[in-house]
T-cell receptor
């Protein structure tokens, strides 16, 4: 079974600090690598996604860095805010056999202290 | 969440009873998925569908079955619920290779007592 390894499991950051979450994947697939944000009692929501032929993508305070050769990608949250406190999931595409699905990391619970 | 609804939102059932969860979409997306979310395990794929009557197993499919008779509806059935199936279940929809990933429903919290 393909796996996606996500770390750390939990993260506490001071307001204004940088939050960094890392993921490693196994199989290569030419498709987007997304990050999802989930608040308690809600479903995960797409936060930002990157194509594997791009090394970095930035949207506001959120940046994905992608290292194709190392099969790793990371989420950086700049100027972290208490409202960013949530669980974050990375996902890697699993498009074997021509089907379309994602394998998710186990999640990182982020708490930003005011 | 816009375009995708799950029902019921909460359910408590007894061990050994059948349970059906419903996912309904209005986006006309081809792919639909059922995931379960448990602490320490993240989101694990139960079953998915890539078209009407086209379904396949995910990594944790034992004890679950699905059906998709219409594009908009994807049903997840626990034939005989067990306590290990106590979880939060999420439905997701997707149109492949658009860069838009999945859209998730709000989830169903199922408790098997």
């Amino acid at each position: 079974q393909q796996q996606v390894k996500q770390s750390p499991q939990s993260l506490i950051v001071q307001k204004g600090g940088i939050s960094i979450i890392n993921c490693a994947y196994e199989n290569t697939a030419f498709d987007y690598f997304p990050w999802y944000q989930q608040f308690p009692g809600k479903g995960p929501a797409l936060l930002i996604a990157i194509r594997p032929d791009v090394s970095e993508k930035k949207e506001g305070r959120f940046t994905i860095s992608f290292n194709k050769s190392a099969k790793q990608f990371s989420l950086h949250i700049m100027d972290s805010q208490p409202g960013d406190s949530a669980t974050y999931f990375c996902a890697a595409p699993n498009t074997t056999s021509g089907t379309y699905k994602y394998i998710f990391g186990t999640g990182t619970r982020l708490k930003v202290l005011a | 969440d816009a375009g995708i609804t799950q029902s019921p939102r909460h359910k408590v059932t007894e061990t050994g009873t059948p349970v059906t969860l419903r996912c309904h979409q209005t986006e006309n997306h081809r792919y639909m998925y059922w995931y379960r979310q448990d602490p320490g395990h993240g989101l694990r794929l139960i079953h998915y569908s890539y078209g009407v009557k086209d379904t396949d197993k995910g990594e944790v499919s034992d004890g679950y079955s699905v059906s998709r008779s219409k594009t908009e509806d994807f049903l997840l059935t626990l034939e005989s619920a067990t306590s290990s199936q106590t979880s939060v279940y999420f439905c997701a929809i997707s149109e492949p290779w658009t860069g838009n990933g999945y859209t998730f429903g709000s989830g169903t919290r199922l408790t098997v007592v």
